[in-house]
């Protein structure tokens, strides 16, 4: 089992739509946690962290539930510039601190 | 924008041939890594390293070394490289607490 899984998707939206993913952890020892934006054929960028109380940025709110171990992303008013791969990101403790991405669940936005 | 920087963007090389990818960052950051990504796949960690002098090897087994003789310079190096070994390389470095992790561009690389 990964450490860290993703539904790999494809969705497929159309423009304006609400979107979420999931992503699950499997080691309670995970501290920190991050969503990653990747689009084709380019470098992964920070989207944003995530917070125990959760948090919002503009049209994405992530979540965060540690019991549950799993975190979400929610795209409201999908734009056509969404489209991309969206890269969950654990950081666990392990003696020092390792850095594990998901496989990423890719996100098509259609007019 | 992160200042890392990777070059070559593209490399297009024979069999047998060595190879230096070259990966430098102005952020001062200590924690530098390497990632091997095929298209359409997940990151696989090949390298990283804590600081000056230190590498450790990543979760992913590569037949490519690194080096670390300055905070700012990271180079992957193959000593020959094989068709096996075309992908993309990516680099990239973290700040010690926050460690948010800035990627590099990328290399490109096809190994005929």
């Known amino acids: 089992r990964k450490e860290v899984e993703q539904d790999p998707g494809p969705f497929n939206v159309p423009e304006g739509a609400t979107v979420a993913f999931n992503c699950t952890y499997s080691?309670?020892?995970?501290?920190?946690f991050f969503w990653y934006r990747q689009d084709c054929r380019k470098e992964p960028k920070l989207l944003m962290s995530?917070?125990?109380s959760g948090n919002e940025d503009g049209r994405f709110t992530a979540q965060l539930n540690r019991a549950s171990q799993y975190i979400s992303l929610l795209i409201r008013d999908s734009k056509l510039s969404d489209s991309a791969t969206y890269l969950c990101?654990?950081?666990?403790?392990?003696?020092?601190?390792?850095?594990?991405f998901g496989a990423g669940t890719r996100l098509f936005v259609k007019a | 924008e992160a200042d890392i920087y990777q070059t070559p963007r593209y490399l297009v090389i024979g069999t047998g041939k060595k190879i230096t990818l070259e990966c430098s960052q102005t952020?001062?950051?200590?924690?530098m890594y390497w990632y091997q990504q095929d298209p359409g796949m997940e990151l696989h960690l090949i390298h990283y390293?804590?600081?000056?002098?230190?590498?450790e090897k990543g979760d992913l087994s590569s037949e490519s070394t690194v080096s670390r003789i300055r905070t700012e310079h990271f180079p992957l190096t193959l000593e020959s490289a094989r068709p096996s070994h075309t992908s993309q390389y990516l680099c990239?470095?973290?700040?010690?607490?926050?460690?948010?992790?800035?990627f590099g561009p990328g290399t490109r690389l096809l190994v005929l």
């Open positions: 990239a470095s973290s700040e010690p607490r926050i460690e948010t992790q800035y």
């Open positions: 080691n309670s020892a995970s501290q920190s």
């Open positions: 995530v917070y125990s």
């Open positions: 990101v654990v950081r666990v403790n392990t003696g020092g601190f390792k850095t594990i």
């Open positions: 952020m001062g950051h200590d924690k």
């Open positions: 390293s804590y600081g000056v002098n230190s590498t």
